[in-house]
């Protein structure tokens, strides 16, 4: 268990729809970030927040976009979903802004129809 | 960016070490080495990570060459529990922000 936690486990819904995943990092970790892994793209890096800001971003579609709390947990919304956006999405933490311990949580699976 | 190169899979004996090699020829002096795993569909965990000298924890030691332009990920005494795709990442960016790229990966077949 990394101490990551992330909602729902798995999400079913129809294309066009928006949806909303969230995360929960390890205690104390103030960075936050976000990856898209499906089946022909293999694992690839969306955003990065650190303690409430954008830090880094990565391969991330105008039809996503994140935010990170006050109390630094994280949601990442998907919107317009296409059928291609279906794919596991892992949240990830870690202490700081350039650490690369970075902890997993254990993904949501999203599947778009 | 430094990329990587690593062989889509390899098998190991049960008991015996793993050598996972990474090509990271174009990686740059301040550029770091890491290594994650990921175990079926769970997170990637971390393994280990390294500049310049050789790096050992209690999961693994890393071995870099010492033209930086390789390394090699040695898994001791590998057991059917560390069979997993083996990502060999090189650090990116600049001024505190990161970047992580995860290419496809060595799949590692440990068997019995």
């Known amino acids: 268990d990394s101490g990551v936690t992330q909602t729902p486990k798995h999400l079913i819904t129809a294309t066009g729809q928006r949806v909303t995943l969230r995360c929960s990092p390890r205690s104390g970790d103030l960075s936050v970030y976000w990856y898209q892994q499906s089946l022909d793209q293999g694992l690839q890096f969306l955003i990065q927040y650190y303690n409430g800001e954008e830090r880094a971003k990565g391969n991330i579609l105008e039809r996503f976009s994140a935010q990170q709390f006050p109390d630094l947990h994280s949601e990442l919304n998907l919107s317009s979903l296409e059928l291609g956006d279906s794919a596991l999405y892992f949240c990830?933490?870690?202490?700081?802004?350039?650490?690369?311990?970075?902890?997993f949580g254990p993904g949501t699976r999203l599947t778009v129809t | 960016d430094a990329k990587t190169t690593q062989p889509p899979s390899m098998d190991c004996a049960e008991g015996r070490a793993a050598n996972l090699p990474c090509n990271h020829s174009t990686i740059s002096g301040n550029e770091y080495v890491y290594w994650y795993r990921q175990i079926h569909s769970q997170g990637p965990q971390y393994i280990i990570h390294?500049?310049?000298n050789n790096e050992t924890n209690e999961m693994a030691s890393l071995i870099i060459t010492e033209d930086r332009k390789s390394s090699t990920l040695i898994l001791p005494h590998a057991t059917l529990r560390d069979t997993a795709v083996y990502y060999c990442i090189v650090r990116v960016g600049d001024g505190g922000y990161q970047k992580v790229t995860f290419g496809t990966g060595t799949k590692l077949q440990v068997i019995p």
């Open positions: 390294g500049l310049k």
């Open positions: 990830a933490s870690s202490v700081d802004r350039i650490s690369y311990e970075q902890y």
